[in-house]
């Protein structure tokens, strides 16, 4: 039986190492990292994390701001909310939440915000930057996974990893987080001819579908460690994962549950980038 991943308490350990550094740079430089979120008219998945944001940041002592314009904004009034927070010197890290509204470009609007001070690792220049082994922000959710497996004494060297979904946010980004720490890492999608077959090679798996319970628990190889970074919404109201839980615990040696697994480290890891942008990398 899998050991459960207290992806809850990481975060708090996350988050207080965050706070430490912000005191002290405090003292030092009396410098204070400043994060906004630019939240794009009413979305209510967004809004639970916009929250636990704001109290994330609150927590670690960083100045937090959310600016709210209405789903009617142009993209050229966003592009101008992006360029003032570029021009912000209290503003260190930027966010824009997505999904952004269909008559707005994301791509543009990512593409706008200050690779200095993108926080989410979202922009080109950053995603380069992986892509190249270069330092930079990393994208919160795939640098919060790495951050598990390193909890639990998971070393990627050498080791076959699977990543299930493709995503830009996610499933692109982990498999070369994975690939720099050394593991042979196989990327699988919808066009996957033999999912359960990839998986079962699997020490390490990270499933990013949007699916709920697509990876079966018979498909875990014994004693693999099993990462679920999907959030699906049930009719009843409750979340699932990407992977069949209760099967997969059976088999793998540790397992994170959904809620309370890789959901907080993404908030946590944001913190980290920010503070990271307002230290100014090198
Ligand atoms: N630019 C941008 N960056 C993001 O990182 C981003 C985004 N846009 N848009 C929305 C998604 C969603 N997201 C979540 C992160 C953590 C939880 C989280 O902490 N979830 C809790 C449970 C929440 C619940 O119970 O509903 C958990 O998994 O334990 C949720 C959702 C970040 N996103």
């Not at 350990?13 to 794009?40: D, F």
């Not at 142009?74 to 021009?87: A, D, I, P, Q």
Request: glycine residues 10%.
């Amino acid at each position: 039986m899998g050991q459960l991943i207290d992806g809850k308490a990481v975060a708090a350990r996350v988050r207080a190492e965050v706070k430490a550094e912000v005191e002290r740079l405090k003292a030092e430089r009396g410098l204070v990292p400043g994060l906004t979120v630019v939240r794009v008219g009413e979305d209510p998945a967004s809004k639970i994390y916009v929250n636990g944001k704001k109290k994330a940041a609150e927590e670690v002592g960083f100045n937090s701001w959310e600016e709210h314009p209405d789903a009617s904004i142009t993209e050229e009034e966003l592009l101008s909310v992006v360029e003032k927070l570029n021009e912000d010197p209290a503003v260190h890290g930027i966010l824009v939440q997505l999904p952004l509204p269909k008559h707005i470009n994301a791509e543009r609007i990512i593409s706008a915000v200050r690779p200095e001070k993108d926080a989410d690792g979202f922009h080109p220049l950053n995603a380069g930057n992986l892509s190249l082994g270069k330092p930079g922000p990393r994208p919160c959710t795939p640098y919060g996974v790495m951050r598990l497996l390193r909890e639990v004494g998971c070393n990627p060297e050498g080791k076959k990893a699977v990543v299930v979904g493709r995503s830009n946010i996610v499933g692109k980004p982990m498999a070369l987080l994975l690939l720099e720490a050394n593991a042979t890492v196989t990327l699988c999608h919808s066009k996957t001819p033999d999912l359960a077959a990839e998986v079962a090679q699997a020490d390490i798996v990270v499933a990013a579908v949007g699916v709920a319970e697509i990876i079966k628990g018979a498909w875990i190889k014994p004693g693999a460690v099993v990462i679920d970074v999907g959030m699906n919404r049930m009719p009843d109201g409750k979340l699932k994962g990407d992977v069949e839980f209760a099967a997969a615990q059976e088999r793998a040696s540790f397992i994170t549950p959904v809620p309370g697994g890789v959901g907080p480290m993404t908030i946590a890891m944001l913190m980290r980038n920010t503070l990271d942008a307002a230290k100014g990398r090198d």
